[in-house]
């Protein structure tokens, strides 16, 4: 083990990342947190998110003397495999050997909270009331924070799944905008009767000329990430499907520029005697959350206290922390440290894995 971290963090953390569980598959994640929450004597619950997200897990809750009026949170998937996973303990951090992902995200979220709890029970330290919140599905659809409803004691959340280092954490995020289009033609011979075809491909591409892909202004971009159609090369194509998003900060801004592509697309297919069909929804809604906040307060607090820089940033991405935000639970995502997450040369300092593991036990037991 090495010095810079307390070998039952470490522990926690190697044998985290070696369970393979990835969106959906959460189980044995979660069987591992049951076992060491009722070690400690805390029973946890699992409710009924599969339900939503079609896994074979619910949200795993933890109850911690009676529950308390805030959440401590992490997710329990990876976004890739971790199958084989041979983590290398080198000098300052750990990292993957190059094959597979590290886990990182959200292992090391994960760790930090179970190391506090039995920190501050094995010290005998009184725990303040909270609720440790695990949750699934974080890295595809969030289903698991969608599913989840805080009671009506909670007032606000920390979320331990930030790639930032720690005493930086995501403030505010964009919320993004998911949208599939299917695009109907009409089939027919390319070479025989090209005429009485209409090509779903052409109605697309006329959709898309004025669709605005990229970096639209500072908190703006849109995409079109998925296309495809069409049958053979000699056959007019009858139907394309494409997906894609928007990201902003602004609810009004997004559903009004998604009726604007919506409007290119149906225009196209109007003028090109076809049809089109298109669904869309939040996949996460923006979110703020200003230094006059619980989570904003007590974060300041908990940076004195470990004499951390504290910096609070903006994010064009999502996590659990939006839709928490969203039931009306201000919730900030705190900075594990997770370096080149979702990539297989990712991995995490000492330093880094234990300050987040010191300022989770402040968190629980002190700030």
């Not at 495999?81 to 080198?90: A, D, E």
């Not at 009671?151 to 995020?173: R, W």
């Not at 695009?183 to 009485?196: I, Y």
Request: proline share 5%.
């Amino acid at each position: 083990m090495n010095n810079k971290i307390h070998p039952d963090l470490q522990r926690l953390f190697l044998d985290l990342i070696q369970i393979d569980a990835v969106s959906g598959k959460e189980q044995p994640v979660a069987d591992f947190i049951r076992s060491v929450t009722a070690s400690l004597g805390f029973p946890a619950q699992e409710d009924g998110a599969a339900s939503l997200s079609g896994g074979n897990s619910g949200n795993i809750i933890v109850p911690v003397n009676g529950g308390g009026d805030f959440l401590l949170m992490a997710h329990m998937d990876t976004p890739r495999s971790t199958k084989g996973v041979k983590p290398q303990i080198l000098a300052d951090r750990i990292t993957s050997d190059g094959t597979t992902i590290l886990g990182v995200d959200d292992r090391g979220g994960i760790s930090v909270i179970l190391w506090a709890l039995r920190q501050a029970v094995e010290q005998k330290k009184a725990i303040k009331p909270c609720t440790l919140l695990f949750s699934v599905c974080e890295e595809t659809t969030l289903a698991g924070s969608m599913f989840y409803q805080p009671s009506a004691q909670m007032t606000h959340g920390f979320v331990f799944d930030s790639h930032l280092s720690p005493g930086k954490f995501v403030s505010e995020t964009c919320g993004a905008i998911a949208f599939k289009m299917k695009v109907k033609g009409r089939a027919s011979h390319a070479g025989v009767a090209p005429e009485k075809g209409v090509n779903a491909i052409q109605i697309a591409a006329e959709g898309m000329r004025n669709f605005p892909f990229g970096r639209i202004d500072a908190c703006t971009t849109a995409n079109i990430g998925i296309i495809g159609g069409g049958t053979a090369t000699n056959v007019v194509p009858d139907t394309v499907e494409l997906e894609g998003e928007i990201r902003t900060d602004y609810l009004d801004q997004g559903e009004q520029m998604m009726q604007a592509v919506i409007a290119d697309f149906e225009a196209a297919a109007i003028r090109l005697n076809g049809s089109v069909e298109c669904a869309w929804h939040w996949d996460f809604k923006p979110y703020r959350v200003s230094p006059d906040n619980t989570p904003y307060k007590r974060m300041e607090a908990l940076c004195r206290h470990l004499s951390l820089e504290m910096e609070g940033v903006k994010s064009m991405g999502g996590s659990d922390a939006n839709n928490m935000n969203a039931k009306g639970l201000p919730t900030i995502n705190l900075g594990v440290g997770a370096q080149n997450p979702h990539g297989t040369d990712e991995f995490i300092l000492y330093d880094d894995l234990q300050m987040s593991a010191d300022m989770a036990l402040a968190l629980l037991t002190e700030i």
